[in-house]
């Protein structure tokens, strides 16, 4: 007003502690997301930092989100929470989709909630019951740096990016973002570093929750488990652990598989009879050629031919390594 120009200034508008990201948009209600064309569709939910507004992050959610519907055919429903209050609502909020739910992307770092709302979260992901799987923005390292370094996330970043959020059941933690190109405002002359979507984790990640979502749906006896037990140092008397009595628990792992469904064959009679049938067939025994040729005709293997042919879809580094 001092230079004489007639200045209207707007009254400021406080930006929701929740917001949602879903058909391309931010929106700060919901109620539109459930509309009759969606209601069919499988989910999945994405739970950001409110940071995730910011015009390369909420690219990276559209970029996320498109790849999903294209590739999968799952409708995206993106949450982007405050610290505290926002994400406990956020979580909440996905209660009335848990039929619908594939799966939880937890993009937030540290825990949902916040210290006070950590555990009310944690609840409520248990009654979701689907997995809780955390992406990861390395806002510290370019593609190329990441590549180049020794660890792939800074050690001070685990603690926060990897530890607390297993606390709260998110595991399985895929990097879908580095550091992007640094730019300056031409207004202020600020640096700005964006991110940039990391593609084979992005793929990484969506075949991972279409790959949970067909044991969803699949039935018990469809399903293939592996056990793998403790035989260290080789021999037929190490199959244990600190002393703990391994054949008495994978006997009633069986048991318990065989009454939820899985096919397990036809068990043994006794937690004995399981042990003398793993000291026959199931041990190490690298240095004792007799017996390893005995064991040969008892147990499960795998052709020269079928190894050479597996072993040639191995990544060029590992299969130079192993040579």
């Given at each position: 007003n001092s230079l004489g120009e007639d200045i209207v200034a707007?009254?400021?508008?406080?930006t929701?502690?929740?917001r949602w990201f879903f058909d391309g948009g931010i929106r700060n209600q919901l109620n539109d997301f459930k509309a009759p064309k969606l209601q069919q569709k499988t989910i999945i939910a994405v739970i950001d930092h409110a940071g995730g507004s910011r015009p390369a992050d909420v690219k990276l959610l559209d970029d996320f989100c498109q790849q999903a519907e294209e590739n999968y055919s799952l409708q995206c429903l993106g949450a982007l929470a405050a610290w505290g209050e926002a994400g406990i609502t956020a979580a909440e909020?996905?209660?009335?989709?848990?039929?619908?739910l594939a799966a939880v992307v937890m993009l937030q770092d540290f825990v949902i909630g916040g210290g006070e709302g950590r555990e009310s979260v944690t609840a409520i992901l248990e009654q979701l019951d689907v997995p809780v799987i955390k992406a990861i923005k390395v806002r510290d390292r370019t593609a190329i740096e990441r590549q180049l370094s020794s660890d792939g996330l800074a050690q001070e970043k685990v603690y926060y990016q990897v530890a607390m959020p297993e606390l709260q059941g998110a595991s399985q933690p895929l990097v879908i973002a580095t550091a992007g190109a640094m730019s300056n405002d031409s207004i202020t002359g600020i640096r700005i570093q964006?991110?940039?979507?990391e593609s084979s984790g992005i793929a990484s990640l969506l075949t991972r929750i279409d790959r949970w979502r067909q044991l969803q749906i699949k039935s018990n006896s469809e399903k293939r488990i592996a056990i793998v037990y403790y035989n260290h140092p080789p021999g037929r008397h190490n199959i244990g652990a600190d002393n703990l009595d391994v054949p008495a628990s994978l006997w009633q792992i069986l048991n318990q598989l065989k009454?939820?469904?899985?096919?397990?064959?036809?068990?043994?009679e006794s937690e004995e009879v399981l042990l003398d049938m793993m000291q026959e067939r199931g041990v190490n025994l690298p240095r004792d050629v007799a017996e390893l040729e005995k064991m040969s005709g008892l147990v499960q293997v795998m052709s020269a031919e079928d190894y050479s042919n597996w072993f040639a879809q191995l990544p060029a580094s590992v299969r130079q390594e192993m040579e």
């Open positions: 707007e009254e400021p508008k406080p929701p502690q929740l909020k996905l209660l009335p989709f848990k039929d619908q964006t991110v940039a979507q009454a939820s469904g899985y096919k397990v064959g036809t068990l043994p």
